[in-house]
């Protein structure tokens, strides 16, 4: 059993950047693939972001390409998602997932993680 705890949300401007941090315990973090989501007021939760379990391979939905960055490092247990850029469409409560790798997996499915963390909120002013 892995626990996440998520941390970074806040208030920004629009065009202003955040980094979102995911702290995990309970589980060897370098067999994690982790994720972020996001769910905006009457909306679906979404997926923003992936990593694979020892960073080298990277997703992300396309409306955060080149404003987005997530990085893992397993030294430290933690997941990091970088946000430049953003916009008030992206107020949410972001989330981080993780799933034990055991084989090919659509890391954008939200029900291909079985771990989440609480969520932060984030909130962006126009």
């Known amino acids: 059993q892995v626990q996440l705890v998520e941390s970074g949300g806040g208030l920004v401007q629009a065009g202003g950047s955040l980094s979102l941090s995911c702290a995990a315990s309970?589980?060897?973090?370098?067999?994690?693939?982790m994720g972020w989501f996001r769910q905006g007021p009457g909306k679906e939760r979404e997926f923003v972001a992936a990593?694979?379990?020892?960073?080298?391979?990277?997703y992300y939905t396309d409306s955060v390409k080149g404003r987005f960055t997530i990085s893992k490092d397993n030294t430290k247990n933690t997941v990091m998602l970088q946000m430049n850029s953003l916009q008030p469409e992206e107020t949410a409560v972001y989330y981080c997932t993780a799933r034990s790798y055991d084989g090919p997996i659509d890391p954008q499915s939200k029900d291909a993680y079985p771990y989440w963390g609480q969520g932060t909120q984030v909130t962006v002013s126009s």
């Open positions: 309970g589980g060897t973090f370098s067999r994690y693939v």
């Open positions: 990593i694979s379990r020892f960073g080298l391979a990277t």
